[in-house]
Nanobody, 122 residues
Framework: QLQASGGGLVQAGGSLRLSCAASGGTFSYYEMGWFRQAPGKEREFVATISWSGGSTNYADSVKGRFTISRDNARNAVYLQMNSLKSEDTAVYYC?????????????????WGQGTQVTVSS
């Protein structure tokens, strides 16, 4: 089970840190990812991190602004979002993938959290 939190309303240029708490499985075995879905749009990849935390990958739209990290001792993954833009407004989802290396496709993720709303005002 995945529980995302930390969303909210922030002004453009501001920062937010999303958290995702995992329970019910061996968290450290999974690649973890963040996705987002804006109103009227498809869910899209944001960032992913390997089981060890040693490898990461980002969507071009967030590269240099967002940082994904994880703490296997706490069964948690984080998304630090800086320099937020209005186009970052979306529901953000964390997800877990049992296979692959830093997968970027939705179909590679088996477990999903419930989502947390991020709204960036311009």
């Amino acid at each position: 089970q995945l529980q995302a939190s930390g969303g909210g309303l922030v002004q453009a240029g501001g920062s937010l840190r999303l958290s995702c708490a995992a329970s019910g499985g061996t968290f450290s075995y999974y690649e973890m990812g963040w996705f987002r879905q804006a109103p009227g749009k498809e869910r899209e990849f944001v960032a992913t991190i390997s089981w060890s935390g040693g490898s990461t990958n980002y969507a071009d739209s967030v590269k240099g602004r967002f940082t994904i990290s994880r703490d296997n001792a706490r069964n948690a993954v984080y998304l630090q979002m800086n320099s937020l833009k209005s186009e970052d407004t979306a529901v953000y989802y964390c997800a877990a993938a049992p296979y692959g290396l830093i997968p970027i496709h939705l179909s590679e993720y088996d477990y999903w959290g419930q989502g947390t709303q991020v709204t960036v005002s311009s």
